[in-house]
């Protein structure tokens, strides 16, 4: 897999609203859980997700521990013009990936 | 550091739930939390949350909000969107602890609340009973 | 048209008369009728269904692989209801029904020997409830009070006018009246208690014995297809992909599917044909690292954990290093316990049949619930849209209960073929092969004495395999990274206490969780943690130059429980008096499931020491209630087949990553010429605790023959199985 898959339909008509799913590869540990020799494994999560639409933030969102591992965001969004719909997922470590696809709008 | 926040419990729920709403009544209805009543494991639990909302410019979803009542922490997530999503919609998926309470509200842009609440078995906690 | 057909006949549900909710009448289409004609058949509530002919059917959430338990709850139930037992039939809610009923019958599952120790109460309830009404019913008819009525098998009566009804005819009037308030229950006390306590015969037997009961893996639907399956058999590896051409040719074979990310199935007309063209795939596997992993790598890795600084405390007492540093005198022991595998006759197996509007799933399973939401899961439908219809397993062990994998999988193969029934039916190499396997385990024990003699404290440190870790995280994520089942039988108190007040103890475990997938099997950790602590007691009775009955009595006085049934044995067997000459005795005790069981047997060994013949076994068991003695007695001299076949044949080698053991011909259970002679004694000391019966008396098989064995031989054995040792069961 690779770091981060999403999902956009290629085209859509003006005004139409589109399903965008959103997948991202990351342990999502918890930060609860222990070694076989009992110590702490340190929380290592994406804190935080969001989405921008030709350079505007769309939606974001901040994730807790008890998202899955290999987090799924599905969501909606208003096509209106085409161009560049961005993704961006940030958390513990630096953790920072970024993923984009085009919509074509007519 | 980490600080270790305390397990999840009500108590716990309703001060995560309070910090969202700064103590603003939270209104049942409108919400639809759609979550399987039974799961195997908990290991991976997809669910959905759907509000019943226009989203115009002028009457739309701020926010939608999960908390669980059994998992260490109670926050799953908040997800934060507006008029240009066009249909109040989101899934992910969480873990859950043990058989509970999962819980969506709705931050609305005329300041209001609302929510949907699902009980959720989580069957691998019958076969290992007291433990749980 | 076919689908309709076989939606109608496979299940009924239709309202009832009014206000009595729902009645449902489940007919598998394979001829056998548990219900039938609903509308007609009046419910008098979620447990009773009384119909006109006066036969009555009560309904039972557990399930049934061959211990018995849908008898018993069927007493429970009918001890309240007073009706007549002759007429009495059972049949399985569906875990649908259950969900749309608030979960009426709670929970389905069927393990942790839990069918009947916790629902005795709400079962008994239901059958109470369902008196009332029956009574209040011929009260409301004859307009007199109910208090003047009395019941006996179902016939109501009223004294004074000689007036007499049967249940059937006030079971429709009955089914409109409002159920009684709970607090209005009352249960009867257990000395007048009349079918709870009596030998009744198991619902059933006369379908097995004569073939006429039809198993998941017997299952067919009218326009059925055959499927098997393999997956990666190195656990955690990945299907690459196969060469679907190279078989799609060959008889009967109709699809060739990926199932998930490490699975590949084979639909055809028969299963044989499914089977052939399995076998004859070219598919590439991903086998990952787990690849590198054998028996003897685990093995290295469990024995470093034995003297590992950390390791997770289940149970403490007093200073146990003070008690072994100022010690006149310690020994100390390694045990080590295989991967054993459930191996049930009937490999696993699921029916589904999948549109977009509706999957069916008909499944063996040990809980129904479990399987309704892998059905859920795997068809991606909501709960309205689903049914499972259970199947009296073939069976079970653990294997069924906590692991769906086959009921996913059976519905991701149908939901490839919308409309069509498949029967996934494993392979019994499959069968072997994904196995959730008993984890493995080693022991170090050392006890300290002083310098009379006495025991002053005992360390006992596991090294090995959490099933938690694996299954359920969340536990151990909550006990802080501790498997707190681990201890089962050595805990420091609850179900599984340990039987015995040591001045200075320790119990830790060093959890070293290995690729292979562990699961709950029948007894669970109570198998590996009796041998080592009832062995190693007899090791330190041996060191201190004391009978190993009356070292054990020492240290058992805060548990009297423990005590009766230890005693109970050693009275039985003759333990004061000598043996037959050439017979050895050996003894065991434990408490788990909240139920008290001990052993002693009898066993002679041949000059070479190789051959061991099992003469005679007393078993005694304290669950607190007996439901039905002769149940139990079947379930005791069931648990030493299982015992007895674990300790001298069983065990699960790992090569190459995955299992070495693919059929009975290197997995092999006793057969019935070597199995001894079982007396059972039942303690039914009462209490406000029910202990359960079908996995506790297992786990102290293994000890009393292994302390029998150093008895005739002078000959510690600390590992298991003892075929490995060239030793073997005559």
Known sequence: MADAIVSVPPSARPG??????????????????????????????????????????????????????????????????????????????????????MIRVA | ?????????????????????????????????????????????????????????????????????????????????????????????????????????????????????????????ACIGDLV | ?????????????????????????????????????????????AWVVIKPDDSVVIRVARSEMGQGTITGLAQLVVEELECDWSKVSTEYPTPGENLKRNRVWQSYSTGGSRGIRTSHDYVRRGGAAARMMLMQAAADQWKVPVNQLTVNKGVIAHGASGRKVSYGKVAAAAAKLTPPDEKAIKLKDPKSWKVIGKPMKRFGTVDKVTGRQVYGADLKLPGMVNATIMECPVFGGKLKGFDAAKVTGMKGVKQVLRVGDSAVAVVADTWWHAKKALDALPAEWDFGDNV???????????????????AFVGNKAGDIQSAIKGAAKTIDAVYEYPYQNHAPMEPMNATARYTPDRCEVW??????????????????????????????????????????DYVKQAVLIAKQMPGTPVKLLWSREEDMRQGRYHPVMQCKLTGSFDSANNLTGLHMRLSGQSILASVRPAIVEKAGGKDPLAFQGVADSGEHSIGYTFP?????????????????????????????????????AHAAGQDPLEFRRKFMAQHPRNLGVLNAVAERIGWTKPAPKGRFRGLAQMKAFDSFVAAACEISVDSTGNKVKVHRIVAATDPGYAVNPAQIERQIAGSFVYGLS????????????????????????MRIAQMPKVESIIMATGGPIWGGIGEPTICVAAPAVLNAYFKATGKRLRSVPLKNQGIELV
């Open chain 3, 646 to 669: 674990a300790l001298f044949m069983q065990e699960c080698t790992v090569k190459d990553g995955r299992i070495e053991q693919d059929n009975f011909h290197v997995y092999n259970s």
């Open chain 3, 363 to 404: 499944v063996p399973t040990q809980d129904g619930e479990a399987s309704f939401a892998a059905t859920l899961e795997a068809s991606g439908l909501t709960a309205d849209k689903c049914e499972v219809y259970k199947i009296d397993l073939g069976g079970g062990f653990g294997r069924r209960g906590a692991f769906q």
């Open chain 3, 292 to 310: 590198k992993v054998s028996s003897a790598s685990i093995a290295e890795v469990l024995k470093a954990g034995l003297d590992a600084p950390q």
């Open chain 3, 1 to 45: 048209m076919e689908n309709i057909n076989l939606n109608r006949r496979s299940f009924l549900v239709s309202s009832a008369v009014a206000g009595g909710g729902l009645a449902l009448g489940l007919q598998l289409p394979f001829g056998i009728t548990t219900a039938q004609a609903a509308e007609t058949v009046p419910e008098i509530n």
């Open chain 1, 16 to 101: 139409e609203i589109v399903e965008i799913r959103a997948l991202v590869r990351h342990p999502m540990e918890t930060g609860f859980r222990h070694t076989q020799t009992g110590e702490r494994i340190p929380r290592n999560i994406i804190t935080h997700f969001e989405c921008s639409y030709q350079g505007a933030q769309v939606f974001r969102a901040t994730l807790h521990p008890s998202i899955t591992a290999n987090p799924l965001l599905v969501f909606a969004l208003r096509a209106t013009v085409s161009g560049r719909i961005e993704f961006r997922w940030s958390g513990d470590n630096g953790f920072s990936v970024t993923e984009s696809a």
């Open chain 3, 504 to 540: 200075n103890l320790l119990i830790d475990h060093a959890m070293r969780n290995p690729h292979v997938p562990p699961g709950f099997w029948r007894g669970v950790n109570i198998n590996q943690n009796a041998v080592f602590i009832e062995c190693f007691m007899d090791e330190l």
């Open chain 2, 1 to 125: 550091m980490l600080v270790l926040p305390a397990l999840a419990t009500p108590e716990a729920l309703q001060a995560a739930l309070a910090k969202i709403t700064g103590g603003a009544n939270v209104r049942r209805g409108r919400v639809k939390l759609q979550l399987p009543p039974l799961v195997e494991n908990g290991n991976s639990v997809e669910f959905s949350v759907t509000v019943d909302s226009p989203m115009t410019s002028t009457d739309y979803v701020k926010a939608i909000h999960v908390f669980t009542e059994k998992n260490p922490q109670p926050y799953v997530i908040n997800a934060y969107l507006g008029p240009h999503a066009g249909r109040a919609r989101i899934t992910t998926r969480t873990r859950l602890a043990d058989s509970q309470t999962v819980h969506a509200v709705a931050e609305l842009s005329d300041g209001s609340f609302w929510s949907d609440s699902v009980s959720v078995v989580v069957t691998l906690s």
